[in-house]
């Protein structure tokens, strides 16, 4: 069963536009959100983190947006870059003595073209 | 600092063969983890470590075994390779989340296991 999900495995944009990725969750105790970025032949780093306190996080040129209601997070990159282009990855925890485990969705494949 | 490092980078086993893949962290981290990583599945929790002695099954611990004697070591085994773990192997680390008020976690730059 799935508990995070990331349903569209890739996404192409041209640079300066914004990219937009999605994430779905169903475990209602979930309430850490995390998004990674995997570049190939490299381990995921970090980019940008939401509470479920919060609706929306900034960081730059990144923003997570959270709907606890629709159990859905999304990533806005804007202006989007070459360098940009990665495998993302959103990540959930459930809180309370879950040791930091995180629940990965599948990904989602980004391409900016110049 | 190196972060988190991970050997080897890659390795061909035949099937039944045994090996050991090693993980290392200099930023002190109390928590450990193992993750493989297949197309379209992200990043599945294999073994986790809450700290020096102590390991907990994951989502898929099936036909693989960990240990951690050091603080900054969190050893996985694989005793008899089959060919469904073919995979790349991620390690990681975080601090207790009490600790930072985040869930963070510092990824090594991954073991590429094939198993024929």
Known sequence: ?114 | NAGVTQTPKFRVLKTGQSMTLLCAQDMNHEYMYWYRQDPGMGLRLIHYSVGEGTTAKGEVPDGYNVSRLKKQNFLLGLESAAPSQTSVYFCASSYPEEREGSYEQYFGPGTRLTVT
């Open chain 1, 1 to 114: 069963d799935q508990q995070v999900k990331q349903n569209s495995p890739s996404l192409s944009v041209q640079e300066g536009r914004i990219s937009i990725l999605n994430c779905d969750y169903t475990n209602s105790m979930f309430d850490y959100f995390l998004w990674y970025k995997k570049y190939p032949a490299e381990g995921p780093t970090f980019l940008i983190s939401i509470s479920s306190i919060k609706d929306k996080n900034e960081d730059g040129r990144f923003t997570v947006f959270l709907n606890k209601s629709a159990k859905h997070l999304s990533l806005h990159i804007v202006p989007s870059q070459p360098g940009d282009s990665a495998v993302y990855f959103c990540a959930a925890n459930a809180g309370g003595t879950s040791y930091g485990k995180l629940t990965f969705g599948q990904g989602t494949i980004l391409t900016v073209h110049p």
